[in-house]
């Protein structure tokens, strides 16, 4: 999962290089970024039905070569986009099925309520931050800077793949799909669709716009610094999220309390970088990334248990897939934004200001239906 999440997000902090070097317009590089997420929603939905078929480990062997193949692609199409955008998806498959599958044999691997959802967030949190902290310094200082973070993560993919190969069980601990019961009769909680559900999208938006929104807004600061800075932004981010994740490991296991934290982190966040987007300020861009890192951190975790506590026998596959689906849809608010900003004059600040609206009326929207859902029909 370490591994995925490396090639996943190594290319966020390249996005100032690319603008600069390669002549990319805001849009296309945007447009790039998000590409993965074309390759990894189909993965996310049909994850579960791998493992169902052949386990979690034969989908994980075959996840690690294909997100190397997605750097090969990248690195070997710089200043080619449709070959960019194919490695994109390729590292957009391999994430999705790391993701869920991971996470089915994680919960293989322990018999703690919790452990599992945290250990996965952490994985994912950790590779993706290692990898865009090593990214952006490679493209700053390292020869062949379009080149030389790709082959660092084909290197880790080789040894990814021995450890998958050693350690990944044969087998979920329960079968995906329970003896003479469809997965696609049982019901899925209310409590899913109307608090879980509302909050994934914030999840990666909120790093969305923490470390490719965030960037551009101060670059003409930064004075020839901007990958550098760029990945600073993932590492501060993400190394923040990773830490509110780990300390959700030690508090109560209750996990609502983490989700709705996380996502009135996100919204304050969300406001900063707003405020950052109207005065150009550095060091509210760095504060910005900051909350919306530990939002992230704990909107992930909170509903990667909230998942494990309200799965029906054989649907957690089914709702993690769905929650990171969503998750990643958003992705697509730096692309949003930047085609508002190119298509109708829309200001970055402006438009950051109806994101955090957004997720204020889902998430209280879906909790206020579930409180009286429940007052109608207790139980």
Not at 57 to 71: E, T
Not at 175 to 180: E, I, Q, R, S
Request: aromatic residues 8%; hydrophobic residues 55%.
């Amino acid at each position: 999962m370490f591994v995925v999440a490396w090639g996943g997000n190594q290319f966020t902090p390249l996005l100032t290089m690319y603008r600069a070097e390669r002549g990319y317009s805001e849009l296309a590089v945007n447009t790039l970024l998000f590409a993965y997420v074309i390759g990894l929603i189909p993965s996310l939905l049909l994850a579960h039905r791998l493992a169902e078929r052949w386990g979690p480990r034969a989908p994980l062997v075959l996840a690690v070569p294909a997100s190397a193949l997605g750097s090969i692609l990248v690195a070997a199409g710089s200043h080619n986009p449709v070959l960019m955008f194919a490695g994109r998806m390729s590292t957009g498959v391999a994430l999705g099925i790391g993701m869920v599958l991971g996470g089915l044999a994680l919960d293989s691997l322990t018999n703690t309520p919790g452990r599992a959802p945290r250990a996965s967030a952490m994985s994912l949190t950790s590779g993706f931050a290692v990898g865009a902290g090593a990214a952006g310094a490679l493209a700053q200082w390292a020869p062949a800077p379009t080149t030389a973070p790709y082959a660092l993560h084909v290197i880790l993919c080789a040894a990814g793949a021995v450890l998958v190969v050693r350690f990944t069980p044969k087998t979920a601990r329960t079968p995906a799909v329970p003896p003479g019961r469809a997965p696609a009769r049982t019901p899925l909680p209310g409590a899913f669709h109307l608090l879980v559900i509302p909050a994934a999208p914030w999840i990666f938006g909120a790093l969305g716009i923490a470390y490719a929104v965030l960037p551009s807004i101060v670059a003409p600061q930064l004075n020839g610094f901007a990958t550098a800075f760029s990945g600073l932004l993932c590492l501060l981010s993400l190394g923040l999220g990773f830490l509110a994740q780990r300390l959700v490991g030690t508090a109560e296991r209750r996990t609502g309390p983490a989700r709705t934290t996380g996502v009135a982190l996100v919204v304050t966040g969300t406001l900063a970088a707003a405020g950052a987007a109207a005065t150009e300020a550095l060091w509210l861009a760095v504060v910005a990334a900051s909350v919306l890192g530990i939002g992230y951190g704990l909107t992930l975790v909170g509903c990667l248990r909230d998942c494990e506590r309200l799965a029906p026998p054989g649907r957690l596959g089914t709702m993690t897939g769905r929650v990171y689906c969503l998750g990643y849809l958003g992705f697509g608010l730096p692309t949003a934004i930047a085609w508002l900003h190119s298509s109708f004059a829309i200001g970055t600040a402006a438009t950051l200001l109806c994101v955090a609206a957004a997720a204020v009326v889902t998430n209280a929207g879906g909790a206020a239906v579930l409180r009286i859902v429940r007052r109608v029909h207790p139980g």
